[in-house]
């Protein structure tokens, strides 16, 4: 019998949780975006648990929403990834360090050396997310009155990267000779100067570094859109998405795995891990009821925001504590967005106050039960090829880490579907990834 396939899984941790609420949860900790003992304490158990990588998103403005919703929002102030990575690089062993770093605002070879740098600090742990930054409040800060336009992000995304990978090459893996007899600290025949010139970048090389320890960076990428799903199929290890339900997730799983085979690269090279927030409870009601309860602590205001938006229509002057009203006015906005609302509300039986509370926290897919029921969950995505493993986000800590940690990871691997040890040191090896060879030096 054929061994079964086995989940990866990822943390998502900046913000520490994406559920707008999560600060406010009792017993959680409010300044856990900015705090660097509990987030040191935080990786540890992570590691602890073998999860496959610690996974920080980053924005390079405060988010673009009014400053009403903005100031309840514990996302405003977090560290810069690279900074933090590298000192929790010096606290862990073995679990992925991975950052995210925009195409759009910043240049190749800056990108090149500090995912390098982090590599070699971590002793071949680092991944780089590459995005080509979605707020165009980002413009403002880097000199520019507008967005750059989407087609021209991906176009800068695709050279970028090529850019990046060729400036890791730069020296052969044995190029540093370091012979105190001779003098000789590397061999000038394996330094290859790339000379790029290209239609949106120009940058001659060598990297200022020697070639990282996984060769490059795991790559992950996180586009869900008609060139994000080419770009990841080209280039990326990772990728990180927000399938809305199972059957979104297969469709998604068979485009973006179909399209890595047509580009030449081996499916398996590509792991797939979709975000979903995990909430466990000692039974599934229990579970559910702290969904709720942390829904609770999202304000109204910013709440019923989000939910005129997903309708397309001004909810603020229906009744909060009763369903959705039957006859809400259809508008010009997306049918798909306001009938998924409908549906969640009568599925889950929520109020106008619930369900506007539920889209202002996290709206993503979530799962919400017992240790077991989310595990056979789990399992069946995996089984099913939806996911190749989650990337998790927490619905509040400490606790709800430790639920994971401590509750849901041991049912995985009663079950046979997660490691009990690490397979290796670096992320290459936790993922099944290949270390790519030098393009340059073979």
Not at 135 to 156: I, Q, T, W
Not at 234 to 260: H, M, N, Q, W
Not at 413 to 424: A, L, S
């Amino acid at each position: 019998m054929s061994e079964p396939k086995q989940l990866h899984l990822t943390a998502f941790m900046r913000p520490v949780s994406l559920h707008t609420g999560a600060w406010r949860y009792p017993g959680s900790y409010p300044d856990a975006n900015f705090n660097l003992k509990h987030i040191t304490s935080f990786i540890q158990k992570l590691e602890a648990a073998k999860f496959d990588a610690f996974f920080m998103a980053d924005h390079l403005a405060v988010l673009n929403m009014p400053v009403e919703a903005l100031k309840r929002s514990h996302t405003v102030t977090s560290f810069e990834p690279f900074t933090l990575l590298s000192a929790l690089s010096q606290v862990t062993d073995k679990i992925g360090l991975a950052a995210t770093a925009s195409t759009t605002y910043d240049e190749p070879y800056h990108i090149a050396r500090r995912f390098a740098s982090l590599d070699h600090l971590s002793d071949g742990r680092a991944a780089w997310n590459i995005v080509t930054t979605g707020n165009p409040e980002s413009a403002k800060n880097f000199g520019l009155d507008e967005h750059v336009e989407h087609s021209e992000r991906y176009k800068r995304a695709r050279e970028f990267y090529d850019v990046v990978t060729g400036l890791w090459d730069s020296f052969a893996d044995d190029a540093f000779i370091r012979d105190r007899e001779s003098g000789v600290y590397f061999d000038p025949e394996k330094l290859h100067v790339l000379n790029h010139k290209g239609d949106e970048l120009k940058v001659k090389g060598p990297l200022n570094i020697a070639r990282p320890v996984q060769g490059w960076p795991v790559i992950v990428q996180a586009g869900q859109s008609e060139p994000g799903r080419q770009l990841a199929a080209e280039t990326a290890e990772v990728v990180f998405c927000s399938p809305r339900d199972l059957d979104a997730a297969k469709a998604l799983y068979a485009d973006i795995k179909g399209r890595t085979k047509a580009a030449g690269r081996d499916p398996n090279h590509l792991k797939i891990l979709p975000a979903a927030l995990i909430v466990i409870g000692d039974t599934v009601e229990d579970a559910k009821n702290k969904r709720l309860k942390l829904d609770t602590f999202v304000h109204y205001d910013s709440a019923i925001a989000s939910l005129s938006i997903a309708l397309g229509s001004d909810a603020t002057g229906f009744d909060p504590d009763k369903p959705l009203p039957a006859d809400i006015p259809e508008t010009n906005s997306s049918k798909t967005s306001r009938l998924g609302v409908i549906q969640l509300a009568e599925k889950d039986k929520l109020t106008v106050r619930q369900l506007a509370q539920r889209l202002g926290g996290y709206s993503g897919l979530a799962f919400v039960g017992t240790p077991e029921t989310v595990a056979e969950e789990l399992e069946k995505w995996l089984a099913e090829d939806a996911a190749d493993g989650f990337t998790v986000t927490f619905p509040f800590l400490p606790q709800g880490l430790d639920d994971v940690a401590e509750r849901l990871i041991p049912e995985l691997q009663r079950r046979g579907i997660f490691r009990k040890d690490y397979e290796g040191t670096t992320l290459r090896e936790h993922l099944g990834l290949p270390r790519p060879k030098n393009q340059f030096f073979g």
